[in-house]
């Protein structure tokens, strides 16, 4: 029988931590073989672990971890298309191709995630309102199935598991390879505008204002902040720059400076991490962050500022803490502004919180953008967390907003069904490609996507 280790894992923000099977096959025929062979009642394929809740954790059954298919395959150097394995990180794409002035179509706020993780989760970024999602630039997928068939699909060929796949969170099968179109850029620079906002209205009123200017555009939100300061943000928008506007003194276009990095090396205690303190911070980071114009900064300080911090994650302390993202639609905005209120009154207080503009959702049956707003906080785990969220939960769902998969940990199976009302198209492609429901996580159960016990 294929071997695995018994370990206690979690997503990125370490709750819940639970046992699992975890195997790591070093090839392709190894991850069959596991699904085929394995003893486990079902499975879930896992990359960097970078999904915050519990989309990719699996008590009472089996995790594979797909890091070790991590081979490039091909590339168009003409058309800039990457043929790959799903292992490959968005890190070993960036490396490999930022130099020969290629960049990802769309990368989510970390490189430390997979390809195959960027589309079983369909990943958007700070371009969403103009490029969409990962998989809307995915030209094909290679897939394992449960019953051991591998399938090839595409937007023109299987389109119906092509798009179950797209945002599915590995229920349909296990992604082999993937084919990606990556785009063109003359530097490795971002040309970043920084703008303060008072509060929300304001913020809002900026982004209809510029989001249609810049490719890039994300604010930063202080949800400390109440009353007449509600939403008080920074709003920040770049687009890349062209080679010839460089000046001089950044050297080489398509090189950025060698940056060391620090480490977070144990968990620190969860009591650094209260109202005072991230009040502070906000404080001092909207003070350095005034409005100005045309600052120059590498692609990855603008995109993975948290990168450059190993094990940030360990910053909440042992309990860990819940990422929570709300996606509502442009009318329930009202939705948005109770949500932070709920936030900023119950001393839950978010230490990272950031706020976008999203353009259409893609065709993914599970994908989570919508046209709208997103809102992302981060949670600490206290006591009460679990019905802090839920209550939170039936409050997107009253402004028909949406949560993301990737940073879920409590949504019940009747408000997800809410949110996602192509649940059962999805499941009946589930059912043809995984008769026998080898395919499972704790989020799958949770949520009602597949049956069975849900586990502490």
Not at 27 to 52: M, T
Not at 107 to 129: E, M, Q
């Amino acid at each position: 029988m294929p071997a695995h280790v018994k370990q206690k894992i979690a997503g990125w923000g370490g709750w819940p931590r639970v046992e699992c099977a975890v195997f790591r096959p070093e090839k392709r025929r190894g991850i069959a073989d596991v699904l085929a062979n394995g003893e486990q009642p079902h499975y879930i394929a896992r990359g960097l672990g970078r999904s915050y809740g519990d989309v990719a954790v699996n008590p009472g059954g089996g995790v594979i971890n797909t890091t070790r298919l991590n081979r490039m395959i091909a590339f168009d150097e003409n058309a800039g298309v990457l043929e790959c394995e799903a292992g490959v990180s968005l890190e070993e794409i960036l490396e490999t191709f930022v130099p020969r002035g290629w960049f990802l179509p769309v990368t989510p706020g970390t490189k430390f995630v997979t390809v195959g993780g960027a589309i079983a989760n369909d990943v958007h970024g700070k371009n969403h309102h103009i490029d969409g999602t990962f998989g809307e630039h995915v030209d094909r997928i290679t897939l394992l199935t449960p019953t051991g068939s591998i399938i090839t699909c595409s937007p023109k060929q299987n389109e119906d598991v092509f798009w179950a796949t797209v945002g599915g969170i590995g229920l349909t099968g296990i992604i082999l390879t993937a084919t990606i179109r990556l785009q063109r850029i003359t530097s490795a620079y971002i040309k970043v505008d920084y703008r303060q906002c008072t509060n929300l209205d304001a913020l809002l009123a900026a982004i209809r204002e510029t989001d249609d200017k810049y490719k890039y555009s994300v604010a930063w939100v202080d949800c400390i902040a109440k009353g007449a300061k509600l939403g008080r943000s920074v709003l920040m928008s770049g687009d890349h720059v062209a080679a010839n506007e460089l000046p001089s003194q950044y050297g080489h276009a398509l090189s950025i400076p060698h940056k060391s990095k620090k480490n977070v090396p144990f968990n620190l205690p969860g009591f650094l991490l209260n109202p005072l303190s991230i009040g502070a911070f906000n404080k001092l980071f909207y003070a350095v962050h005034p409005s100005k114009q045309g600052q120059i900064t590498d692609y990855d300080k603008y995109f993975y500022p948290l990168d450059a911090i190993h094990n940030w994650n360990r910053g909440y302390g042992k309990n860990g803490f819940a990422q929570y993202q709300a996606t509502f639609p442009h009318d329930g905005v009202e939705g948005l502004v109770k949500l932070l209120e709920k936030l900023s009154a119950s001393g839950r207080a978010s230490f990272l919180a950031v706020l976008k503009r999203m353009g259409p959702g893609s065709k993914g049956l599970l994908s989570h953008p919508i046209d709208g707003w997103t809102l992302t906080l981060d949670i600490p785990v206290k006591d009460g967390i679990v019905q802090f969220l839920n209550e939170s939960d039936e409050l997107v769902a009253q402004y028909n907003g949406r949560l993301y998969t990737a940073k879920d940990s409590c949504t019940r199976p009747e408000v997800f069904a809410a949110m996602y009302p192509r649940i059962k198209e999805f499941k009946a492609i589930k059912a043809k490609l995984d008769p026998a429901g080898k395919l499972s996580s704790r989020l799958a159960r949770r949520c009602g996507i597949v049956e069975g016990p849900v586990e502490p």
